[in-house]
């Protein structure tokens, strides 16, 4: 994570009052009485204001002068921000780190922190979040806040980090440090607390690009991190890395040259209990699952990931595709300009934001977008234009589930296809089999001719509901998951094709139970998980486990 000096956690209790069925504006929002109060980071909405929709508003004091940045790591659905009566700015993008840069005077005072988060879905096709989404609309600041006190006086200071790896092999990297303003200064770079280079700045950023011999290589086995300090006359930052190299072509995807095969699964990072809010000490144990599971891959679906969870993949030796958010967009809301903007901004918030991971080895965005039109089409243009742009040196990818009619396959670095064989498509034929193996070949097939051949391929998704405790086998019984499930391990394990798997899902998650959902949802769950929602294994569970741990003896 990138961790400035002089930096304070807002996190703990703040006053609150909830205004049902509305967004009110300043007036009402600066002045409402708060009766009550909540946490942050936590979800106003997983327990007495279930299922109610409205403004969350939240009020904190803090004391500080001249210089100051707040920053929201994910606040959801959308939020507003004053400080005392000023407003800040938006919070648009839910899941998304947000900073306010702003001059509080040259006297240390106490201020009022005001946000006020609205969990009321938006359903103009700008939006970002919709109701037909498979993941429930929480609301709240469910991640970090913190006050960053700035020592200069012109409110300029180092605003990123970015260290690129190069080359493991010899330890050949870069460090571009980016300023908030243009500044004239002179600047120390540190290698894990030794002296590393020394450089004059002149303008918005400065990079060093160099050799340390010995620098040991992050893997998934022994995944070791440096870090990098920057210091300047007037401030400090550091960030973590992993020297890796990460390369994609001839169909596969390569660590330090070593081919991967990715076994790994969908993730929801939500709790029946807190909603986006889960505790570090559960995430945690989410991680501590997978890693045992003998799983080397999570899909972070379908949003950006917290920084808590890449720390904590990037010393588990995790390997992540971490993806902005989208789910299902048409080819209108694809085609639209609120939507195409805001799908951009959000996308270059995740990147700048965790560029550093080296967990991270793909960019995603929009999850099973009607690929089959010509503005989805060039809003996947514009997202991989943007993520190349920022980042050479990681795949960009989108979750497919058009397959063979899909026209932007040719812009993917990897091709990802979610298919669901067995649960959606071709369920149990006469003789009690499933079709998962026939359909996957038929994939193998397409992807193999000349014009995909090169791309590597990722089965995204690929999964079937079990409600715990039905052992009937039939569709919905635990013993159908498992079933399914070892379908998709045998086919990988014999295909040279196939990169690997997420399957869908870790563990069950909230969605809705309406009108949409009603008949695959039951209990207001996806039920895909291969655990429960908290988190008691299922029977194919430890099938997956067994297998996996098998492969590594
Ligand atoms: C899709 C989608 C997931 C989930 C899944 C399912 O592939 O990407 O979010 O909704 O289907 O369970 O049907």
């Known amino acids: ?33 708060a009766g009550k109060y909540k946490i942050v980071p936590g979800c106003f909405d997983t327990k ?22 707040l920053r929201f790591e994910g606040v959801g659905l959308r939020g507003r ?24 005077g040259p006297e240390e005072h106490e201020m009022t922190l005001t946000v006020a988060v609205s969990n009321i879905i938006d359903e103009s096709d700008g939006s970002l979040f919709h109701e037909f989404y498979d993941f429930y609309s929480f609301g709240g600041i469910y991640r970090s806040v913190s006050l960053r006190h700035l020592a200069s006086s012109d409110g300029n200071g180092i605003s990123n980090i970015k260290v690129t790896p190069l080359d493991a092999s010899t330890g050949h990297f870069r460090v571009q440090v980016d300023f908030l303003k243009s500044v004239q200064t002179t600047l120390q770079l540190l290698l894990d607390g030794a002296q590393l280079a020394n450089l004059d700045v002149a303008g918005a950023s400065a990079v060093w690009e160099g050799t340390v011999k010995g620098l040991v290589p992050w893997t998934p086995e022994v995944p070791v991190l440096h870090t990098v300090t920057v210091k300047t006359p007037m401030d400090q930052a550091k960030t973590e890395f992993g020297s890796r190299t990460l390369a994609w072509n001839n169909g596969k995807i390569t660590l330090n040259g070593k081919a991967l095969k990715l076994y790994g699964l969908c993730r929801h990072d939500s ?29 972070g679906s379908h949003y950006t990931q917290s920084d808590f969870f890449l720390d904590c993949c990037d010393r588990l030796g995790l390997l992540v595709w971490e993806e902005s958010c989208g789910w299902g967009n048409s080819g209108k809301q694809c085609g639209n300009e609120v939507f195409r903007a805001a799908q951009l901004d959000q996308t270059q918030r995740m990147v700048e934001r965790h560029y550093n991971h080296p967990s991270i080895i793909l960019w995603g965005v929009l999850n099973e977008c009607d690929s089959t039109c010509n503005a989805t089409r060039e809003i996947l243009q514009s997202l991989f234009g943007l993520l190349h742009q920022l980042d050479h040196s990681r795949p960009v990818v989108f979750a497919s589930n058009r397959y063979e009619a899909d026209i932007a396959l040719d812009l993917c670095d990897v091709i990802a296809f979610n298919t669901y064989p067995g649960w959606y498509d071709d369920p149990v034929v006469a003789d009690g089999s499933v079709n998962v193996k ?21 089965i995204s998704e690929i999964g079937a509901a079990a409600l715990a405790g039905d052992h009937s086998g039939f569709r919905w019984s635990e013993e159908y998951q498992e079933k399914i499930l070892i379908e998709v391990l045998d086919f990988l394990e014999n295909s040279s094709r196939c990169s690997g798997m997420s399957w869908w899902l870790f563990a069950n998650a909230n969605t809705y139970l309406g009108t949409l959902h009603i008949l695959s949802r039951p209990r207001g769950f996806n039920n895909k998980g291969l655990l429960s929602e908290y988190r008691k294994p299922k029977l194919a569970w430890h099938t997956l486990c067994r297998r996996l741990n098998s492969y590594n003896k």
Not at 442 to 458: G, I, M, Q, R, V
């Open 438 to 458: 026939r359909r996957l070949k038929e994939l193998e097939t397409f992807l193999s001719t000349p014009a995909y051949a090169d791309k590597p391929w990722l």
């Open 1 to 33: 994570m990138l961790e400035f000096v002089n930096t304070e956690f807002l996190n703990g209790l703040w006053q609150f009052a909830f205004c049902p069925d509305a967004e009110p504006d300043a007036e009402t929002v600066l002045n409402v009485p």
């Open 81 to 104: 921000v004053w400080v005392d009566d000023i407003f800040l700015g938006s919070l648009d993008a839910l899941f998304a780190p947000y900073e306010f840069l702003f001059n509080a």
């Open 48 to 69: 007495e204001l279930f299922g109610k929709h409205g403004t969350g508003i939240y009020r904190r004091t803090f004391t500080g002068k001249d210089w100051l940045q």
């Open 271 to 299: 709790h029946p209990d807190f909603g986006y809010a889960m505790s570090e000490t559960l995430v945690l144990n989410d991680l501590y699952l997978i890693k045992e599971s003998g799983c080397n891959f999570i899909r």
